[in-house]
């Protein structure tokens, strides 16, 4: 008898919590006949009818938070203050696109000779499939969910098979805001039932979160069957330190950064690449952050504890990489510890001396590993933060914040940043270049990707 495909394991203890049946074929038709159908209604509402019920999702996001945040905190083990503001976060996309979307969905005149009428309509186009990662089980899916609901799309949710009951808490918090049925379904569908979804006739595109290869997957699947896809997948971002008055500060900045979420972000700061007059004193300075940590229970992090990674296999494949780049000659400088299985912990960890024959030369180090580069001179600095398959985001640093812009200008990447690790928020739009996928969520472009730019023209 094969596993149920979604489970919730505790990754402190690898303790089962729950186990969730994937849908049957039956039910996942009835769902995509639910969402076809509940478009027409749905577009047929006004976009402030639809803002209006997308605000009463962020006020019960806000309602059920602790609960919600408890459920993050079993299932992938992100410290409950962290997945707190992720929920607030939440709150604050659902509220930009109920205060904005009217605005973004707005006729755009356009001059036309002769007198002639030109209009650019912004018309939603149906039903939608999100599929999402376990990283951030919230925010993933209100970036998503929330500009297409008001735009007025309808939307499936397949969620990641690690916090199923982070899914099933989202669909409760549709429901008690009073969305009506059918405009937003989780399913826990297989992979093979998403493959049917995505050719599915009633389906007009699919947004996808996750790792190059689940992106690669349904892409193809996706130009198969003639379908609109937004990616958003890995990412190995340099953080290119050229100067600073207090480097201590800098890596604490660094540091706190590449932790957050237990170093399992798209966007972390995974190539920290440090000019040579800061390299010693910046490593030192990490090292100190790295140093005397404990695991600790995520539900009630201490200062100095760390929370496991999501998985005891994520475990064991970051613990890979890092001993892979140690027997080649990296030098790890603290961390790097794998607990005893089946628990998750790993040890947040400072590596340089990485070289082009290692592993985490090329690939992402999906965890709290900083990995530090000396750079001669601020030309070599944007050469090798350019040197990557992955183009999400970057951050340059610097006193002078026109040396760090001449360098940040120069990025390779959907996100450029100066003197601060990235800019957030619900305003800002989110996506990547290369192989980080390609689309943009948040902001006034999150509004554009799943809807017909419709030209009305009307002869004069």
Request: proline share 5%; hydrophobic share 40%.
């Amino acid at each position: 008898m094969t596993e149920p495909a979604y489970r919730a394991i505790d990754p402190r203890t690898g303790e089962e919590l729950a186990t969730y049946d994937t849908i049957g074929n039956s039910d996942l038709e009835a769902a995509l006949a639910s969402g076809h159908e509940a478009f027409a209604s749905w577009r047929a509402l006004s976009v402030e009818e639809r803002a209006a019920a997308v605000t009463k999702v962020a006020r019960e996001l806000e309602k059920q938070a602790d609960r919600l945040a408890e459920i993050a905190v079993r299932e992938m083990g992100k410290p409950k203050g962290e997945a707190l503001e992720e929920l607030e976060f939440c709150s604050a996309i659902f509220d930009y696109y109920a205060d904005n979307g009217p605005a973004f969905a707005a006729d755009q005149p356009i001059d036309a000779s002769g007198g002639d009428k030109a209009v650019i309509q912004k018309r939603p186009i149906g039903l939608l499939l999100g599929v999402m990662p376990w990283n951030f089980p919230y925010y993933q899916v209100a970036r998503f969910a929330a500009p297409n609901l008001v735009a007025g799309n309808t939307v499936l949710l397949k969620h990641a098979e690690s916090v199923p009951g982070c899914a099933q808490a989202l669909q409760e918090v549709f429901d008690a805001a009073g969305v009506p049925s059918g405009v937003y379904q989780n399913v826990f569908a297989s992979h093979p039932q998403i493959e049917q979804v995505i050719g599915d006739r009633r389906v007009q595109g699919v947004s996808l979160t996750g790792s190059e290869r689940a992106g690669a997957a349904v892409a193809a699947i996706a130009g198969r069957n003639l379908k609109k896809c937004v990616l958003e997948l890995g990412g190995s971002d340099p953080y290119v330190v050229l100067d600073t008055p207090d480097v201590a500060a800098a890596a604490e900045q660094a540091w706190q950064t590449r932790i957050y979420n237990t170093g399992q972000a798209c966007n972390s700061n995974k190539r920290m690449i440090v000019r040579e007059e800061l390299f010693d004193e910046f490593v030192a300075e990490l090292t100190k952050q790295a140093e005397g940590l404990e695991p600790g229970d995520p539900m009630d992090l201490g200062e100095r504890a760390y929370s496991p990674l999501s998985s005891r296999a994520a475990a064991e494949a970051l613990a890979a990489q890092v001993e892979d780049a140690v027997s080649k000659g990296a030098t790890l400088h603290a961390g790097g510890r794998l607990a005893d299985a089946p628990s998750a912990y790993y040890s947040p960890a400072v590596l340089s001396g990485i070289t082009p024959e290692m592993r985490a030369f090329r690939e992402e180090l999906f965890g709290p590993v900083a990995v530090v580069y000396r750079v001669t001179s601020d030309e070599e600095a944007l050469a090798l933060a350019n040197d990557t398959d992955y183009g999400l985001g970057g951050a340059v640093f610097s006193a002078d914040a026109d040396r760090a812009l001449q360098i940040a200008s120069e990025l390779e990447v959907g996100m450029a940043n100066v003197n601060t690790p990235a800019g957030e928020g619900a305003e800002i739009p989110f996506g990547g270049t290369k192989r980080s996928g390609f689309g943009r969520e948040l902001g006034p472009l999150g509004m554009d990707e799943f809807v017909n730019k419709r030209l009305l023209y009307v002869k004069a």
